[in-house]
């Protein structure tokens, strides 16, 4: 027993020790709620431990299919059709697929091809996006759930609050009845409007007499209507912080762009027009020196001048005559410039030459200027017609964006919603990470600023010395100065309109950088818009997608100084040679603007007469799809002679030079200063590079590099990296097989290939960032490529298993950090993500085409063509094992020791698995160990198999690798299973034959090293152990889809042992146990988790059960005549059968247990993660359309069950919901139910029905509650927070309301009587943590909340300007709010934060508002409606048991709660139909013994008959009338319903303030209705008795009336007040009750005399009755007893026999008709005159009170009696010395005028503060009766004569207060208003 006892996380020394002993003694004798807890459950197994699970499979294959019916049967097992392999056609941006078509492809293009064009290939779970992880319940979800919901009626919304001030007494005032001016004797009137007045229609079948059972069928059947189905929907959505299983689908993979910005080029006009003019377009960033975007093109000329171009001009391609582009910026920066340059046809002269006549010439002066415009366009036609080819630099200009996006934008941003400005998440994502950058620069984000139209006048001529990038950024950086020294230059002067605006998101004609058609593109013949290349200013990292080859080529300067000869006007041509024929030119260059797509040459823009040019030109080039070692660019220069002159060429070639293009296999790119030869090239230069100096060739400068060139590759197909290049081509080769080959220097054969491939391998680690993330689903391809298909070298099998796992640990770990700023919440990087989940597929086997060629078609790399795979290439693992791990022999590392004795450990758990069985080592059906498994029949190893056993042998470098990210390798290795199934076919194979046993050895081993890893690193890398948790969970989660679920249930159980192993020792336990509880929760996220937990099977007892403590406690069943069935017991236990059969909702609700435990550290965190982690399945379940139908929900439910006990147990804990609002009385278990304020009358269940239950007897005046033992004792541990209490009674709830009734009943009748009250306790909590608060409150928290956050912002403008240290104020938090570091509303990871914008804004919209109130409104209704329904399980249960009185005593007190609280009118009609159910089958409930019942259950009537909604008048009314019947139907008489009735009306009247008389008279009137069409009492005296008490009540009504119109005149109410209470002679309790009230109202307005005189007249009334009952000489004799302290008392309070009788029924049944009454009375009269000061009458209360006392020899009290009469008498000493004590001031008050009604002609004597002056009277009066009549119409008379009425105006009303001086005694007379 110690040894269960023993906490899992603390040391005790394990032995039993007799406290111990003790303590489990009493725990059984009490059923204490932590009874059985840790302890024994009925397989022995404490809950610190995992039992072990059923073997799922057997289980499965022991249960025929269909022996579920209907519904049922998809919860037996996984849908068959739950795995399928889809596959998605890759998005592809443009109308033609964009890769080469034709052709022969270089290994590296085909290589790209297949990449390119394959589908992604996905393995869909079909129901995966049911769990809670993939469709989490978010507040935006519920929002969308709760539409539709019907408006519940509440009274307080009806009315406003119940507390609301006098603003509703003037509508109540104008509602009700007409007020009686008639003295209350003639009740002639009452009866006459009563009779007038209109009833509510009655209840159709109220008068039928029914049989019980069908009122109860009749009732449930009407709650059942129109319920919601979903009870947590109502409910808040579960924590968004704790949703450890949240995950999605990564986004597929995208090209990457950046924010995009669209320019449009509209016009170009100069002051002349005499020639064409060309522009270009492109982006600099003038901070990081580099041009970010290629050229665009453009060409605004008109058609004449297009004309002069006419000989020169091919057709022009419409690719080329666009004007609008798209510009990619990843990086916005402020220092970003768009750059134009125009450039014209060559001409002679130099450029400032030609510049000359723009800047001069005017338009204005055309007709001055008309010979000098005609001379010029002259000379203009002739060099267009001979030089038009060739260009020359003319003018440039730049404008800033950063000034345009940020006045264009600023007007907009104002207006433009959040959503508009900022990208969307979705958005970020598919753009990368480079938005991270740029987000905190938001002045220069290019993304939402508004459309401009920019009109750019100046442009400055090029000089010819300055043309190059590096004198362009010089300018760009003078530019932005204040004083520009380009301002001082003479301008160019030019109009040139552009339209600058954000891009479209899906802009039509649209052409991409290599002139393909994107998607949508209308119509072909549309003026294209192209999409410009960007060059990033930094790294982008991104993969690519999409095939692109390209080639820019930037010619930077020509250096001819020494060049001999006429060589001055230089222009380069360049072309792209696949051979060195000049025929061999590829038309691969881009054209410009306004010519043809593409070109054979081009050439760069002539600097006149100028020997060294320098150039700014862009050549851009389409690669072919297969380059070879002949591929080069060749440049040829020319000199162009600008002048026409007889026998010169117009062109002349003064040099050659060349770049070969590939390179050992890699594309040669980068700076070149190339040598020029002044000779052409001799054949086969083209392999050769120009550095070799080549016989016989004359060279420029002496073989010097004159000519300096840069080229530059945006290619997916050549990596530009030197390893990846290397890793490449040597796959390639072995693809290949073509050997030799050479590579750089080195020839490789065969032996050599294998080397040189493992050290690629290992150099892969070295590859530059950017590129390998580029490439990196090529680099994973081919390594899983060299995993699941070695290469054969030689014939020989090449195992490059462990260099392939080692290479792809560090690729995966270069990409994760290159794009650490984009990671998700778990650490995830989303390319890989992506890369696992649409990328990745197993190499297809491909068929060999005729010939042996290798095949080029794109199908033959696509997943499952053909299957015939060739088996001469079988290879024993064995083999591969050693020769892939030749440290395998070494002796492990520390690290590895563990992992081994984990392993040896493990052979353990597993005996019971079946890898052990048939199919362990020598076993009839055993697995050879290292063979593969389908022998023969497929070569290729399975990357699953080899991933695992990779890991398991890893060296601890790697495996370090592999462990930061092991999310990566588990999604891996459960896609290739997947795979591995789907396409073998093999889904149809037994779970158990699925995977061989070696495999799962592996995995065994390896969740046992990961699970270490995650418990040893928890305290060194919290954050590290976090993300490997859920890894494994999530991995775990996985197999559960795929392979056999009980070795993988068999894995969990293994995971926690470790876990509670290392618990003993941890120094902080509390982190582990998080970490455990999100590892359940993230199990228990499967989609498949019902079924998962073999819902359908029924649960068997152990067939020996050794009784468990809970089940000892309830032998004594209280309800079941038989003994309680062990089946029914263990499912709402986590018994060890449940835990066994339901085992992840065994793990759940264990978690939940122990988190639950008093003792149990780091509460408040686990409390809540616990909590949400039910709640948020449960909210899930809710959502599944799976498990609408109610069968199936009520299946779902039994997982639960134990939920209910656990509630129940931790019920001392939860928050008291009762205590919050001041009304509502405590919780019946901690608070008795003698408080005060009419809201608490029955609140709390009685003590003596209490102890009843408890089964023990109460001492008088003893307090208990309804669970036994002491409250404090049950309060210990740490008390749970409101919103995880009212989390876990919502869960309860939703057992509660869908688990099957019967099953309910069943275990309710074996609950003993403690547990059955404790479950009571629990409902009544319900009902108080889920009241309805009102729209009022709404509205008053939403104030609220905006109050604290501004006083939230002044304390951090506090700490900013450093008055308070904010640091230690975080510290100071932290320590308050928990002892063990951990907080509860703080992860301890930074990488999760959730930003919850909804819950966080603070001031909500009107509508908002009223939606929470209607959800609140609807989940009010709902959580009482299941406790009601409970609460009829419970009746029906205990309908037949002996201790039946008890219990349904404690059900009338819920029942009565529930009617008091705010409840809406739906539950309302139920909830009265209930207690109708009741009191007609339990009569003796309320008509028996207690009567404080009787009187809560009248009180709460007659509020209710009062209601404002006319349904809730209606039940209330017929349950009233029932229970008057009822009464008179036992006894001929109603009287007990009569009095009770008198005096909650009385007490409601004089207590309440928001009180509705009319609707009450109408419910009146609707009794009245009953009892006259009651056929069944037509003969009895019944109508007649119900009529008396009707008009009685009525009469009551009307004095409340008046009572309502002098609320705000103290001295009237409390006359009216002693009228009512004179009335009431004849009825001793009410007349109490009022002079109660009196005494109240008096003790408020501070007149303590009269008070305490009202207390001995309600003393006198006790005391006559006590004398009529007995004559005990201690008690008074009666009211002559009190003559000495009233005079009026005999006449007032004395009762005669034929008044009073003892022995009537329901008379003088209150409280106070006691001797301990008496008592209290007396006391608080004493108490009332010691206050007011009459000292004298203190003595003589006194002389009454000490008898009594003296005869219960009550010392104690008879010591305090004597020592206050000692006070008394000192003080009346005090006044012979001087000291005088000064009573009130009297004084007359006469009313006269009509307008004062029935006081007309009345006097009144007033008794105010002592020392009161004449004046100050006159003013309180004359300021009330103002208000009260309004101004004019009230006069004050001042003197004391007699009035002469004649004399007054009748308009008016005239109060003549008259001082009457001032005593030593009042006059003693009326309570309240005493006699002159």
């Known amino acids: 027993m110690a040894a269960a006892e023993r906490r899992a996380f603390a040391h005790k020394i ?37 039992v072990e699970p059923l073997d799922f499979e057997d289980v499965l294959l022991s249960r025929p299919p269909d022996a579920e019916p209907g519904p049922l049967r998809d919860l037996v097992e996984f849908p068959c059709d739950d795995l399928e392999l889809q596959r998605q056609p890759r998005e592809c941006r443009t109308t033609e697929p964009g890769v080469p078509q034709d052709g022969k492809l270089d290994p590296q293009a085909r290589a790209a091809v297949e990449m390119y064009t394959e589908d992604w290939v996905i393995v869909c779970r079909r129901y995966q996006h049911l769990s809670a992880a993939y469709s989490p319940i978010t507040t935006e979800t519920q929002r969308e759930r709760q539409k539709g919901l019907a408006r519940q009626v509440f009274e307080q919304d009806t009315s406003g609050d119940e507390r609301s001030g006098p603003e509703d007494s003037d509508d109540s005032r104008r509602c009700s009845g007409s007020p009686e001016d008639t003295p209350r004797s003639s009740g002639a009137s009452g009866i006459f409007d009563l009779r007038n007045l209109a009833a509510d229609s009655l209840l159709p079948s109220l008068l039928e007499r029914a049989a019980p059972e069908d009122v109860d069928r009749r009732n449930e059947a009407q709650r059942r ?261 380009l301002r001082r230059l003479r301008p160019v002067t030019a109009q040139l309109k552009i339209d600058i605006s954000p891009a479209p998101e899906n802009p039509h004609f649209c052409l991409s950088p290599e002139l393909l058609h994107v998607k949508p593109y209308p119509d ?164 050769l590079t120009p550095d070799v100096a080549l016989p016989g060739m004359r060279w420029v400068d002496g073989h010097k590099g004159v000519f300096s060139v840069e080229l530059l590759a945006a290619s997916s197909v050549h990596p530009q990296d030197p390893h990846l290049d290397r890793f490449f081509t040597l796959v390639h080769v072995l693809e290949e097989g073509v050997f030799p080959f050479r590579l750089k220097d080195a020839v490789l054969s065969e032996g050599t290939v294998e080397q040189e491939l493992r050290a690629s391998l290992s150099a892969l680690r070295l590859a530059s960032p950017e590129p390998l993330v580029a490439f990196s689903h090529h680099v994973l391809d081919k390594l899983v490529r060299l995993v699941v298909r070695p290469p054969v070298i030689s014939g020989q099998m090449v195992n490059l298993g462990r260099g392939a796992f080692e290479a792809m640990a560090h690729v995966v770990s270069l990409v994760h950090r290159s794009l650490e700023a984009v990671q998700d919440a778990r650490g995830h990087c989303p390319l890989l993500a992506a890369y696992v989940y649409y990328a990745f597929r197993l190499p297809g086997a491909e068929p060999s085409l ?174 590290l152990a976090e993300r490997l948790n859920a890894s494994l969970a999530f991995f775990l989660s996985d197999l559960l889809s795929l392979a056999d679920r009980g070795f993988v249930f068999n894995l969990v159980r293994a995971h926690y042992k470790q876990v509670t192993t290392r618990l003993h020792s941890a120094p902080n336990p509390t982190v582990l146990l998080t970490l455990r509880m999100d590892f359940t929760r993230i199990l228990c996220s499967h989609e498949h988790y019902v079924t998962l937990n073999l819902p359908c099977c029924p649960l068997s007892p152990p067939a020996s059960p050794s009784p468990s403590v809970s089940s000892t406690t309830s032998q004594s069943s209280t309800f079941s005549s038989q003994a309680p069935d062990p089946k029914v017991t263990s499912m709402f236990e986590l018994s060890g059968p449940f835990r066994q059969q339901h085992f992840l909702a065994g793990l759940l609700l264990t978690e939940l247990a122990l988190a639950l435990e008093p003792e149990a550290e780091g509460a408040s965190l686990l409390h809540k993660k616990a909590i949400s982690a039910v709640h948020s399945l449960l909210c899930s379940h809710d959502t599944d359309p799976r498990y609408a139908e109610a069968p199936v929900k009520a299946r779902v439910a039994e997982l639960y069950l134990p939920l209910l006990s656990l509630a129940r147990d931790t019920l001392p804990r939860l928050h008291d919901f009762v205590e919050g609002s001041g009304q509502r009385s405590r919780l019946a278990s901690l608070l008795d139910s003698d408080t005060e304020g009419e809201g608490d009358i029955g609140g709390t269940i009685n003590p003596s029905v209490a102890m009843a239950i408890a089964g023990g007897p109460l001492a008088p005046g003893s307090r208990t509650s309804i669970s036994q033992g002491p409250p404090t004792a049950s309060r210990s541990g740490c008390p749970l927070s409101a919103e995880s209490s009212r989390t876990l009674l919502a869960c309860a709830l939703w057992v509660l309301k869908n688990a099957e009734p019967a099953l309910l009943q069943r275990w309710a009748a074996d609950l003993a009587l403690p547990q059955l009250g404790r479950l009571l306790d629990l409902l009544y909590l319900c009902l108080a943590a889920f009241e309805y608060k009102g729209k009022k409150a709404f509205e008053r928290i939403n104030s609220l909340t905006f109050k604290k956050s501004l006083d939230m912002k002044a304390r951090l403008e506090e700490a900013i300007l450093g008055t308070i240290g904010a640091r230690q104020e975080m510290v100071r938090r932290s320590r308050e709010r928990s002892p063990f570091g951990n907080q509860e509303n703080v992860r301890w990871r930074k990488s999760i934060t959730h930003w919850k914008q909804t819950s966080d804004r603070v001031d909500k919209t009107k509508d908002e508002m009223e939606h929470e109130a209607l959800v609140d409104g609807n989940l009010a209704t709902e959580a009482s409606l299941v406790v009601l329904d409970t609460l009829e399980i419970i009746v029906q249960t205990v309908m037949l048991s002996e201790a039946r009185e008890s219990v349904l005593g404690a059900v009338l007190k819920v029942v009565l709660y529930s009617l008091g609280s705010a409840q809406s009118a739906l539950f309302l009609q139920h909830g009265l139909a209930t207690q109708r159910a009741l009191v007609s089958k339990f009569p003796e409930l309320l008509f028996e013994e207690d009567t404080e019942l009787c009187a809560d259950l009248c009180l709460r009537l007659l509020r209710h008959c009062g209601s404002r909604v006319s349904a809730i008048r209606m039940h209330a009314s017929a349950s009233l009338y029932l229970l008057m019947r009822q009464n008179f139907e036992i006894g001929h008489n109603f009287a007990r319903v009569k009095m009770q009735v008198t005096m909650s009306l009385s007490s409601l009247v004089g207590t309440t303030q928001n009180f509705s008389e009319e609707h009450l008279r109408r419910s009146l009137k609707t009794i009245l209705t009953y009892a006259e069409e009651d056929v069944g009492l037509r003969d009895s005296t019944f109508a007649e008795q119900v009529q008396d008490l009707m008009f009685n009540l009525h009469m009551i009504l009307s004095d409340t009336v008046k009572m309502k119109e002098h609320q705000e005149d103290p001295e009237m109410l409390i006359d009216l007040m002693y009228r009512i209470a004179r009335g009431y002679q004849g009825s001793p309790d009410l007349r109490l009750t009022w002079l109660q009230n009196m005494a109240g109202k008096h003790a408020e307005l501070g007149n303590h005399a009269e008070a305490a005189q009202c207390m001995v007249h309600a003393a006198a009334l006790v005391a006559e009755y006590l004398a009529l009952l007995e004559d005990s000489r201690h008690l008074p004799v009666g009211c002559v007893s009190f003559q000495n302290i009233s005079s009026n008392v005999l006449e007032e309070s004395a009762v005669s026999d034929d008044v009073l009788s003892p022995d009537e029924e329901g008379f003088c049944s209150g409280k106070h008709f006691t001797e301990l009454g008496l008592v209290g009375l007396l006391e608080q009269a004493a108490a009332y005159f010691t206050m007011g000061g009459l000292y004298e009458a203190v003595n003589e209360v006194y002389k009454n009170l000490i008898p009594i006392l003296e005869a219960h020899r009550d010392y104690k009290k008879l010591a305090a009696v004597h020592g206050k009469l000692q006070e008394a008498f000192t003080k009346i000493m005090h006044q012979s010395s001087g000291w005088e004590r000064v009573f009130g001031t009297y004084f007359r008050v006469g009313f006269y005028g009509a307008r004062f009604g029935d006081l007309d002609e009345q006097e009144f004597v007033y008794k105010e503060p002592s020392i009161t002056k004449l004046a100050e009277i006159s003013h309180r009066l004359e300021e009330f009766y103002t208000e009260r009549f309004g101004d004019d119409v009230v006069e004050i008379i001042k003197d004391s004569n007699p009035v002469d009425k004649s004399k007054l105006d009748p308009q008016k009303g005239s109060p003549d207060p008259i001082p009457q001086g001032s005593s030593g005694h009042p006059l003693v007379g009326r309570p309240g208003m005493p006699r002159i």
């Open 14 to 50: 394990n032995r039993t020790v007799a406290s111990e002993v003790r303590k489990q003694v009493s725990r059984e004798r009490s059923g204490s709620p932590h009874s059985s807890r840790r302890g024994g459950s009925s397989l022995g197994v404490p809950l610190t431990e995992v």
């Open 225 to 485: 209507q129109n319920r919601p189905r979903a009870l947590l929907t109502l409910y808040p959505a579960p924590d968004e912080d704790e949703a450890v299983e949240r995950c999605s689908h990564p986004e597929p993979p995208r090209e990457h762009f950046g924010q995009r910005i669209l320019v449009k080029c509209l016009s170009l006009k100069f002051e002349i027009e005499i020639e064409p003019i060309f522009g270009i377009l492109a982006l600099y960033d003038a901070r990081e020196k580099k041009k970010i975007s290629e050229n665009f093109y453009f060409d605004l000329n008109s058609d004449s001048m297009k004309g002069l171009l006419r000989a020169h001009g091919t057709h022009p391609a419409i690719s080329t005559l666009a004007r609008s582009a798209i510009f990619s910026v990843t990086y916005p920066s402020p220092d970003i410039f768009l750059v134009i340059k125009l450039e014209k046809v060559l001409q002679q002269g130099d450029i400032s030459e030609c510049c000359e006549p723009y800047m001069v010439m005017k338009e204005v002066d055309t007709a001055k200027n008309k010979e000098k415009l005609e001379k010029l366009r002259l000379a203009a036609e002739q060099f267009c017609t001979r030089l038009g080819r060739y260009r020359m630099p003319f003018a440039w200009t730049a404008v800033h964006l950063a000034n345009i996006v940020s006045s264009a934008g600023q007007p907009d941003r104002d207006s433009d919603s959040e959503g508009e400005r900022r990208p969307a998440w979705t958005d970020r994502r598919r753009r990368g990470p480079q938005d991270r950058a740029s987000s905190g620069d938001d002045a220069c984000s290019f993304s939402g600023f508004r459309p401009a139209t920019l009109t750019v006048t100046n442009f400055f001529k090029q000089e010819a010395e300055r043309l190059s990038d590096e004198d362009l950024f010089k300018f760009l950086a003078d530019m932005r100065r204040p004083s520009s020294l």
């Open 524 to 687: 072909p013949r549309g003026r294209p818009t192209k999409e410009i290349l960007e060059f990033p200013a930094r790294e982008v990292y991104a993969p690519h997608t999409c095939y692109r080859n390209l080639l820019y080529v930037y010619p930077h300067s020509l250096n001819f100084s020494s060049r001999q000869g006429s060589v001055r006007n230089l222009a380069v041509r360049v072309q792209y040679m696949a051979g060195e024929d000049p025929s061999q030119a590829l038309p691969v260059i881009f054209g410009k603007s306004s010519c043809s797509e593409f070109t054979r040459e081009a050439f760069t823009p002539v600097v006149y007469h100028n020997k060294s040019p320098e150039f700014y030109e862009e050549f851009k080039l389409c690669l072919p799809a297969c380059v070879t070692e002949n591929h080069h660019l060749l440049f040829t220069f020319y000199h162009v002679s600008c002048q026409p002159r007889p026998g010169t060429a117009l062109e002349t070639p003064v040099g050659f030079t060349w770049i070969p293009l590939l390179q050992h296999g890699r594309l040669r790119t980068g700076p070149f200063c190339l040598p020029v030869s002044v000779d052409q090239p001799p054949p086969s230069y083209s392999v």
């Open 850 to 1023: 005729p010939g042996g060629a290798p095949p080029v078609t794109v199908q033959a790399a696509t997943l499952a063509r053909g299957s015939g795979r060739p088996a001469s290439l079988y290879l024993a693992r064995s083999k591969s094992v050693s020769s892939s791990n030749p440290d395998l022999a070494v002796a492990p590392g520390s690290v590895d020791d563990e992992v081994s004795r984990i392993l040896a450990n493990k052979g353990v758990d597993r005996s019971h698995s079946w890898v052990n069985s048939a199919y362990a080592p020598g076993g009839t059906k055993a697995v050879l160990r290292r063979a593969p498994p389908y022998c023969g029949a497929d070569p290729r190893q399975l990357l699953h198999e080899e991933l695992a056993l990779q890991w398991v042998v890893s060296s601890s470098a790697v495996r370090e690798a592999v462990l930061q990210h092991a999310w990566f390798f588990f999604q891996l290795m459960v896609k290739s299973m997947a795979l591995h199934l789907l396409l073998g076919q093999r889904l149809d194979t037994p779970r158990k034959l699925r995977f061989p046993g070696r495999f799962l050895d592996d995995i065994t081993a390896l969740v046992g090293s990961v699970g270490m890893e995650v418990i040893t690193r928890v305290h060194k890398d919290a954050e």
